[in-house]
């Protein structure tokens, strides 16, 4: 039997034959960002390096957001594994569960688009050696590991190398969250950040994650504590949060460009506050907070410049 020329002109070549599926891959491959390209640019964007610190729920989240916004070349940092009480809220699925999640998270994003290009790095960020080089590499740093001494050397990091990253952490059972922007020379620290928020309703009956004993922790994940920060919620109200994470990152990105992609306009503020839901200290449905977080006077990590 004949074979029909693909409507692309790609070379006729039989069903299932390697050569025919290398065809579909390439077809398919550059038609993937056919319906936005014209309008974000993402040729620009492909180039950014994203050092994505934290691939549980949110840190994958964002990690595929960025991936389908034409972001190819991503370093993933974590050392845990998928496990069974993961995959309800993460981008992985149970065909990952036993799987490291920078495996996990990578199989995921070169099935989304298999142009990526991909470091994985199973590491202890407190320990890894290498963390300013990879930080001093990077575009832009996700900043989505779920406790306070991580999020601080990776800040200290970028405030003295001048690389911006975006940190998001969801409150209480996922009654809201924040996400923030550091943005070097234009804006405060997490350090001033903080120093901010404790001034503020925000950090009224929050508890640091890391305050707290192993045993606490393990109750947390039984939802019987209840007020503490980075706690669980459904997805649908982390997905708030990763997007405001996204979104913010694709936005240092595109400050790095010589030109700004067309209809991605700067955002103004650096750090958002988003109420999912009227409980204290929000007063109702969807809720959003703006903020232009200046830097700190006395700050101890960027020295309030």
């Not at 950014?48 to 957001?65: E, I, P, T």
């Not at 202890?124 to 999020?151: K, S």
């Amino acid at each position: 039997m004949c074979c029909a020329s693909p409507d692309d002109g790609s070379p006729t070549s039989p069903p299932g034959s390697a050569l025919a599926s290398g065809v579909r891959r390439r077809t398919v491959s550059e038609r993937l960002f056919a319906r936005i390209a014209p309008l974000f640019d993402v040729g620009a964007l492909s180039e950014a390096r994203v050092l994505v610190a934290g691939c549980g729920s949110g840190g994958g989240s964002v990690a595929l957001q960025l991936t389908m916004s034409g972001i190819h070349n991503f370093t993933l940092a974590d050392n845990d594994e998928l496990e069974p009480e993961n995959v309800i809220r993460h981008v992985c699925g149970l065909r990952h569960v036993g799987e490291r999640k920078v495996d996990a998270l990578a199989d995921v994003l070169v099935d989304r688009n298999p142009n990526v290009s991909i470091k994985r790095l199973d590491v202890d960020l407190m320990t890894y050696d290498e963390l300013e080089q990879e930080v001093g590499d990077a575009t832009v740093v996700i900043l989505a590991t779920d406790n306070e001494p991580t999020r601080y050397r990776i800040n200290e990091i970028c405030v003295a190398k001048g690389v911006p990253f975006v940190v998001g952490r969801v409150f209480t059972r996922g009654i809201g969250g924040e996400v923030f922007a550091y943005r070097p020379g234009r804006g405060g620290c997490l350090a001033c950040l903080e120093g901010y928020l404790q001034r503020t309703i925000y950090r009224e009956g929050v508890r640091e994650i890391d305050l707290v004993s192993e045993e606490e922790r393990e109750r947390m994940y039984g939802m019987e504590i209840p007020e503490i920060k980075d706690s669980p919620g459904l997805n649908v109200d982390i997905s708030f949060i990763t997007a405001f994470h996204s979104r913010f990152a694709l936005d240092l990105i595109a400050e790095s460009l010589a030109a700004r992609p067309a209809f991605l306009p700067e955002i103004a503020e650096n750090y958002v506050v988003w109420g999912n839901r009227p409980i204290p200290p929000f007063t109702k449905n969807f809720q959003l907070q703006r903020i232009s977080l200046q830097p700190q006077e006395g700050c101890l990590i960027c020295g309030g410049a």
